[in-house]
T-cell receptor, first 113, second 114 residues
Framework: SQTIHQWPATLVQPVGSPLSLECTVE??????LYWYRQAAGRGLQLLFY??????ISSEVPQNLSASRPQDRQFILSSKKLLLSDSGFYLC????????????FGAGSRLTVL | AQSVAQPEDQVNVAEGNPLTVKCTYS??????LFWYVQYPNRGLQFLLK??????LVKGSYGFEAEFNKSQTSFPLKKPSALVSDSALYFC????????????FGDGTTLTVKP
C-alpha cells in the first residue's frame, strides 16, 4: 500500500533563518506531488506541484521554493523565512491520471518568530 | 480558471439531525468534484468524489453528495449526524482537462452537538 511521510511535524524558526520541509511517498512510482499551505486552519493554497523529477510549477510568487531530487521525494525550502511564512504545510500525492484523489501527509506546522 | 465557494464558515447541527454543507463550483469544462475532511492538526482525508453518471454519490462514514450541474453545486449531506462528524470539511474541484490541479474551498467547520 502507498504511504506518505512528512517531516518535521512542528517547527519554530526565527525570521531570516532557512527552511527545509521534506515529503516522501512509498509504494508508488511517478506520482504527482503537491505542496499546499493552510493559514489559520482555513482554506488550502496550492504552492507548488510536480508531475515528474525536475518538473515543478509554482502557483504563487513567494519566499519559498520546491525541489524534487528523486521520484518520490518533494522538498519545500526557503533561504530566509518571513513572519508571513507561518502556517500549516501539507504535502500530497496523486496518481497522474483521471479522477484520482489527493492523499495528504499529516502536515508540518511552521511558526516563524 | 476553476474556483470553489463554501458560503458557510460554520454549520451547527444536533446529533441525530440531518446535515448539509454547501458547495458551489466554477470550471470551464466538466468537473471532477471531491469532498475531504480534516480533523485538528491533521492532513485532509478523502470522503467522496463525483466523476460521472449517477448524480448522488455515496462515500465514507455515511456521507453523500449530490451533483447538480444546472446549479453548479455539490452539497455534502448526511441523514443523521454524529458528534464524531465534527470537523473541517473541504469541497474541491478539478477540471478534467487540468494537469491534476485541484482547487479547494475555504472550508466549513461542522459542529455536531449531543
Amino acid at each position: 500500500s502507498q504511504t506518505i511521510h512528512q517531516w518535521p511535524a512542528t517547527l519554530v524558526q526565527p525570521v531570516g533563518s532557512p527552511l527545509s520541509l521534506e515529503c516522501t511517498v512509498e509504494g508508488t512510482s511517478n506520482p504527482n506531488l503537491y505542496w499546499y499551505r493552510q493559514a489559520a486552519g482555513r482554506g488550502l493554497q496550492l504552492l507548488f506541484y510536480s508531475i515528474g523529477i525536475d518538473q515543478i510549477s509554482s502557483e504563487v510568487p513567494q519566499n519559498l521554493s520546491a525541489s524534487r531530487p528523486q521520484d518520490r521525494q518533494f522538498i519545500l525550502s526557503s533561504k530566509k523565512l518571513l513572519l508571513s511564512d507561518s502556517g500549516f504545510y501539507l504535502c500530497a500525492w496523486m496518481v497522474n491520471s483521471g479522477a484520482n484523489v489527493l492523499t495528504f501527509g499529516a502536515g508540518s506546522r511552521l511558526t516563524v518568530l | 480558471a476553476q474556483s470553489v465557494a463554501q458560503p458557510e464558515d460554520q454549520v451547527n447541527v444536533a446529533e441525530g439531525n440531518p446535515l448539509t454543507v454547501k458547495c458551489t463550483y466554477s470550471v470551464s469544462g466538466n468537473p471532477y468534484l471531491f469532498w475531504y475532511v480534516q480533523y485538528p492538526n491533521r492532513g485532509l482525508q478523502f470522503l467522496l468524489k463525483y466523476i460521472t453518471g449517477d448524480n448522488l454519490v455515496k462515500g465514507s462514514y455515511g456521507f453523500e453528495a449530490e451533483f447538480n450541474k444546472s446549479q453548479t453545486s455539490f452539497p455534502l449531506k448526511k441523514p443523521s449526524a454524529l458528534v464524531s462528524d465534527s470537523a473541517l470539511y473541504f469541497c474541491a474541484v478539478r477540471d478534467r482537462t487540468n494537469a491534476g490541479k485541484s482547487t479547494f474551498g475555504d472550508g466549513t467547520t461542522l459542529t455536531v452537538k449531543p
